[in-house]
């Protein structure tokens, strides 16, 4: 073990100078333990990113997130400000206070208006309107860079008193990453949908 560790003329060295030749040995020895972990860290992060990868995969892909409300509103006003997605800011979250980087630029109305936004903290996107019926809701498409497209969709039923409505919104997530983000995503989406809802309840009522 000893001649193995350091060369075999210090083992004869080792009998007129047992200090040096033993400090020699534990250098030499600690030298190989650190060499031998440092292997080892390195093979257990490459595991455990073969891990989480592999992982990635194998998590659920879909989402569907949806908050609903109660507003005693009639259908038509409450379409009016959901149909008018320059309004948005005005009532959701999504709005220089929540981002003071966010910049929005619109173009057309109703069926096939768009919102576009470019942010230094959320990236760009853009949301189009595929679907309107008034008094009763429309359907989106949400366009995030680098990300698959989401359906969304605010609902309006019309009831005694009011109007119930939903807003929801339905995906899938690229794998390996996104997917991680997906078990979050119903705390992350609903608290905004929840905020939406309450904003478009003040402003209707």
Request: aromatic letters at 10%; hydrophobic letters at 45%.
């Amino acid at each position: 073990m000893l001649i193995g560790i350091i060369p075999a003329v210090d083992v004869i060295r080792f009998i007129a100078d047992p200090v040096v030749i033993t400090t020699r040995l534990f250098t030499a020895l600690l030298m190989n333990i650190e060499v031998s972990m440092f292997k080892k860290v390195i093979i257990a992060i490459v595991v455990l990113i073969l891990v989480l990868l592999v992982v990635g995969y194998l998590l659920p892909r879909s989402y569907s997130v949806s908050r609903s409300n109660f507003i005693e509103a009639s259908a038509d006003k409450i379409y009016a400000s959901v149909i008018d997605l320059k309004s948005w800011p005005e009532w959701t979250p999504w709005n220089e206070e929540m981002d003071p980087t966010i910049q929005y630029t619109y173009s057309g109305s109703g069926v096939g208006s768009v919102s576009r936004w470019t942010s230094d903290n959320i990236g760009v996107g853009y949301l189009e309107v595929t679907s309107a019926e008034e008094g009763h809701g429309i359907v989106y498409e949400l366009h995030f860079e680098g990300s698959a497209p989401a359906d969304g969709v605010v609902q309006i039923t019309q009831m005694k008193g009011g109007c119930e409505v939903m807003w929801k919104m339905s995906g899938e997530g690229v794998p390996p990453i996104e997917p991680y983000f997906i078990l979050m995503i119903d705390w992350m989406m609903g608290k905004d949908f929840e905020q939406c809802l309450a904003g478009l309840k003040e402003r209707s009522l």
